[in-house]
């Protein structure tokens, strides 16, 4: 259940995680960006509450490097665990690093006016139900597209066998 419920974040991890590596790509661009273009950004992302799905990123790092140095040397473990812990607090500060790639992300596909207006619409009653409801409706699209990618593969593989079955025939 946990998995169904993080597959959201995990795209949405994803699309930021390509959003970063176009960024990087194109530095000369962001430089252009005012500080109230970011601030629009900003006000987008506190609306939409999309740096949430960020928010595991360190802890489950945390838990990979705590766990994989267990493994190879399980008679440290309570020092693995504690080193683990401090340098996981000391990088919590570098959060802000990833929300200002996603919001020059935002501000490299909005203008400032259009991130006003998408800050606006977002702080209203329905801008909110759309953000709380956009998980769960992804969440059941990518769900349904499995359900029918696989209806449709077997359809297309008995398909495809009986009319082979039909031209093996007919030689």
């Known amino acids: 259940m946990k998995l169904i419920k993080s597959f959201p974040r995990a795209a949405v991890l994803g699309a930021a995680m390509m959003a970063a590596g176009f960024l990087t790509a194109s530095a ?5 960006i005012s500080e109230s273009h970011l601030e629009a950004a900003k006000r987008v992302a506190a609306a939409t509450k999309l740096l949430e799905p960020f928010d595991d990123i360190l802890p489950i790092l945390a838990e990979q490097t705590r766990t994989a140095f267990i493994q190879s040397d399980p008679t440290r473990a309570e020092e693995i665990i504690e080193v683990t812990q401090d340098i996981a607090l000391r990088l919590a500060s570098r959060r802000g690093e990833l929300n200002n790639l996603v919001y ?27 953000t709380k409801s956009i998980p769960v409706i992804t969440q059941y699209s990518v769900g349904a597209a499995r ?16 009319e082979l079955a039909k031209r093996n025939e007919a030689q």
């Open 28 to 32: 000369t661009a962001q430089d252009a």
């Open 104 to 130: 020059k992300a935002w501000a490299d596909s909005f203008t400032e006016e259009e991130l006003n207006q998408l800050a606006e619409f977002y702080s209203t009653d329905l801008g909110q139900k759309l």
């Open 147 to 162: 359900e029918w990618q696989d209806k449709i593969s077997t359809e297309m593989v008995t398909m495809v066998q009986e």
